[in-house]
């Protein structure tokens, strides 16, 4: 009953990202005078969220940890890359989609190992990092909104991805997976000795991790967006 709590609660802020990317959206509309969606790319939108979220999936089984920084079972893959580039391509929504997509094709093809936890964790800090790098770029096209949103979609997911795991994502998974939170800082004190608690866990083993993460994933997407841009609207 834990678990299908959980599923729940979490099924509800699916929902609420969703509609908060969908009101971003219609500021940006109606301050840019643009339009997100029409009858006329409905379907090229459709292929090229389906193709992303595809390619975020594979990209999902290449993950590795980050040993030096944070336990094993915190691991950095390239997945985030293909769901930034659809939403600076096609808006806030279709990032929360595409990263919604890529999550549930991933659990279905290999299940989870995490009590669902890690699951919504990578969809609910993705959005995080995402959304408000999008809304950000939409407001006004340029390189220089490109750089200064991908570094506030950083700065978001870290203090986010801060917060959340101490108060919400590690206790809940310490519930559902029976371990307990000790484990965790015993992990983390075995790569950093200053590591004693949770809030030091969170602060020297999450953030370092996030960070990295967000700088090497928004590289990357700052390499490959302009150019696969023109090919993807093409």
Do not use: Q
Not at 60 to 74: N, Q, R, T
């Amino acid at each position: 009953m834990k678990t299908v709590y959980f599923i729940i609660v979490s099924l509800i802020m699916v929902v609420a990202a969703y509609f908060a990317a969908f009101a971003c959206e219609k500021l940006i509309e109606r301050k840019n005078h643009v339009k997100f969606s029409s009858e006329k790319m409905k379907v090229n939108k459709l292929v090229i969220m389906a193709m992303l979220s595809a390619i975020a999936v594979v990209l999902m089984y290449f993950d590795f940890p980050l040993g030096f920084i944070a336990p094993a079972f915190y691991k950095m893959d390239f997945s985030e890359v293909p769901v930034l580039i659809g939403s600076f391509l096609l808006g806030p929504c279709a990032g929360v989609i595409i990263e919604a997509v890529k999550v549930l094709l991933h659990m279905c093809l290999k299940g989870t190992t995490t009590a669902f936890v890690g699951d919504f964790a990578n969809f609910i800090l993705g959005c995080a990092y995402v959304v408000p790098a999008s809304v950000i770029y939409h407001m006004h096209k340029t390189k220089k909104t490109a750089i200064i949103a991908l570094v506030v979609g950083s700065l978001t997911l870290i203090v986010s991805g801060t917060l959340l795991n101490a108060f919400y994502l590690l206790p809940k998974y310490s519930e559902l997976y029976g371990m307990p939170i000790e484990s965790f800082i015993s992990m983390g004190n075995a790569i950093n000795s200053s590591i004693n608690d949770i809030f030091s866990f969170v602060a020297l083993a999450v953030a370092p991790f996030n960070l990295i993460k967000s700088v090497v994933d928004g590289i990357v997407t700052w390499i490959l967006y302009k150019y696969l841009s023109r090919h993807l609207k093409a």
